[in-house]
Structure formats: C-alpha cells, structure tokens
C-alpha cells in the first residue's frame, strides 16, 4: 500500500510544483520538447536534436534532459552526451534508472517511468542546436521511447 501511494504522489507532486515554477521565471524563454525514438531502439549514431528557441536573442538558464523508459530496459543506469553548438560545451550524464535493490526510480505509473536530470547552467542564443545521445556500449539500446530537453530561464 505504501509503495502505491508513494507512486501517486510522486506523479502528482510535479503538477502541483508547477505552477509554483511558471511564477518564477520568464515563460517566453522557457522550451521544452520530446523527442519519440524508434520502437526498434535507440541507436548509437542517432542522436536527438532540439533546437530552443528563446524570446530574447541570448538567455541564461539551466538545461536538463528527460528521459521515459519502460521495463523492458535491460539495465540499472544510462549514459548520455549533452553537447550544444553554440558553446562547443559537451557534457556527460550517468542516469540511474534503478535501485540497489532493483526498483525503478523516477516518476510513472504502470511500465512506464520517467527520469530526468540537470546538465547544467548554459548561456544559451536561441536557435543554436542541442544535441542529446546515448553512449552506452551497445548499438541499440532498448527501451527507452522518448529524450526530452528542458530550458528553464534564470529569472532576471
């Protein structure tokens, strides 16, 4: 039962921070996007590309990635490139996906889960690409359906 009410909440818990969020900074700058990823797998050269674009030419802001996997994910964390183009910056992401005893973690209810991490602060110009890829040891990597990118603006 406890297990049960813990998922609830933990789905429930980001809606109701949101709001609490958007009053924070300037939503015309904020971006956020999905992308699907083939259901036969994600492989090594396909990297997702997101392109934020801001409403001011330049903005300062924290970048993070998501990710929604399901359980057929065969193993307990996952490796990602974060590189932006504009900055010549890549970064390197370790992502548990479960527990030392086996559990997932993040967020989902069902088989399907979401987790998310923060790459760091960037100095973004809009339009300039961010590109995402798994870089684990192994060509196709199932399991995962969807990479998300997140800019959240610094309020000024």
């Known amino acids: 039962m406890y297990r049960i009410l813990s998922r609830i909440a933990a789905a429930i818990a980001p809606a109701l921070m949101l709001p609490a969020l958007a009053a924070c900074v300037d939503s015309r700058n904020a971006y956020s996007e ?3 990823l ?3 797998g994600w492989r090594y ?3 997702a590309i ?3 674009e801001h409403a001011d030419s330049l903005c300062e802001g924290t970048v993070v990635v998501a990710l929604r996997h399901d359980s057929t994910y065969p193993y307990t964390d996952v490796w990602l490139e974060v590189s932006s183009e504009a900055t010549g910056r890549c970064d390197t992401l370790d992502i548990p996906v479960v527990d030392e005893y086996g559990n997932w973690l993040g967020s989902g ?3 399907s889960f ?3 991490d923060t790459v760091g602060k960037l100095l973004h110009p809009s339009g300039t690409p ?3 890829r798994h ?3 192994t060509d196709t990597l199932r399991g995962i359906n969807q990479v998300g990118l997140f800019f959240e603006p610094h309020k000024n």
């Open 45 to 47: 050269d396909d990297a």
């Open 34 to 36: 999905y992308h699907q």
């Open 109 to 111: 209810i069902g088989a």
């Open 135 to 137: 870089i684990m040891r």
């Open 38 to 40: 083939d259901s036969a």
């Open 50 to 52: 997101f392109t934020p």
């Open 130 to 132: 961010i590109t995402v």
């Open 114 to 116: 979401q987790l998310s």
